[in-house]
């Protein structure tokens, strides 16, 4: 089956799982441990994501994260790419570290926000790598620690998280560590991991009310929210593909253009581009900025393609309107 794309927009709410392939533990001791975080803390700076949660397992990762300005891809790319490079070099192995792509779930922040960063903080605590919440307080290798003020993270947004319980920093740090001690005994939530309509509706209890029913609310695999919301975000997912599609069509005719227009007056397509100045090639541009003009392509993007300036493009449309270029 192909993979499904990503959902993302910049400011959505992504709940993002790393594992190692295989089972290859991704941090063989903590000069791996620190050389991670110290990626993600140069990418926030320079892409804007978000940190809200995050835990390094001995085998995967957890981080919940608002995508910035140019969204997830790119800062996962970076990130992994680069600590994979590392990592292979420094334990002299080759191969891939991670297991295929990352999953990544976009969630419905008003409800789920405060949910997903209990769940990824105590997972340290699920695993057993420390034996109870006061161990958990000062353990350094989950968000956690950062909330309660014991680790300073600058690139963790300490206090969007806090604000969620108080708007006095103390008497949030008191809400979110009672919020922590109430959810210890949970165990695993797979409503909060799991997939299609059990993520969506939050778990199997509100799957199985749904028995006897004629309608099923809006569900999809890379989404955790409500039935609306997961609507809201394959509309929004549907429309950015339709202008995809649209900018594709749109090369393609830009392309057409250009080739027919050189191999009619044997120009190369090359000097046109890098903006030559002969009399032929001036013609030949006039007259492309011309039929892209006519098919709605904007004035910006013609000139980027026949190597002149905007109002280059603007006088030679015109001179091919009045006739003056033929």
Excluded at 63 to 92: D, E, V, W
Excluded at 116 to 125: E, T
Excluded at 254 to 264: L, S
């Amino acid at each position: 089956m192909p993979r499904h794309a990503r959902l993302d927009a910049p400011g959505t709410l992504h709940h993002i799982m790393i594992r190692g392939i295989e089972g290859t533990p991704l941090f063989r001791d903590d000069q791996d441990r620190e050389d991670f975080l110290s990626r993600i803390e140069q990418l926030v700076k320079k892409t804007g994501t978000r940190i809200l949660a995050w835990a390094l397992m001995d085998t995967h990762v957890h981080l919940l994260l608002f995508s910035g300005q140019q969204g997830i891809p790119k800062f996962m790319r970076c990130l992994l790419t680069g600590y994979a490079i590392c990592y292979n070099r420094k334990h002299k192995r080759s191969g891939h570290l991670f297991q295929n792509r990352y999953k990544s779930i976009v969630c419905e922040e008003e409800v789920y926000l405060r949910e997903l960063v209990r769940y990824i903080h105590l997972n340290p605590l699920r695993a057993t790598k420390v034996g109870s919440v006061e161990e958990l307080n000062r353990y350094c290798w989950s968000g956690h620690s950062a909330v309660l003020g014991k680790v300073r993270n600058e690139w963790q947004e300490v206090g969007y998280v806090l604000r969620l319980f108080s708007k006095q920093r103390r008497k949030a740090v008191a809400a979110y560590l009672r919020f922590i001690e109430e959810g210890k005994d949970q165990g695993r939530r797979p409503e909060l991991v799991g997939g299609g309509l059990i993520r969506s509706m939050g778990g199997w209890s509100q799957v199985l009310s749904l028995r006897g029913r004629d309608e099923i609310p809006e569900h999809d695999a890379r989404i955790l929210g409500s039935g609306d919301f997961v609507a809201d975000m394959l509309r929004e997912a549907e429309g950015k593909l339709r202008r995809q599609l649209h900018l594709g069509e749109r090369a393609g005719v830009i392309e057409r253009i250009i080739h027919e227009a050189c191999a009619k007056e044997g120009v190369s397509e090359q000097e046109l581009r890098k903006g030559g100045r002969g009399r032929k090639i001036s013609r030949v541009r006039a007259r492309v900025a011309y039929e892209l003009h006519q098919e709605g392509v904007p004035l910006a993007e013609i000139a980027r393609h026949v190597g002149v300036c905007t109002s280059a493009v603007v006088k030679a449309i015109s001179n091919v309107g009045f006739g003056k270029e033929k």
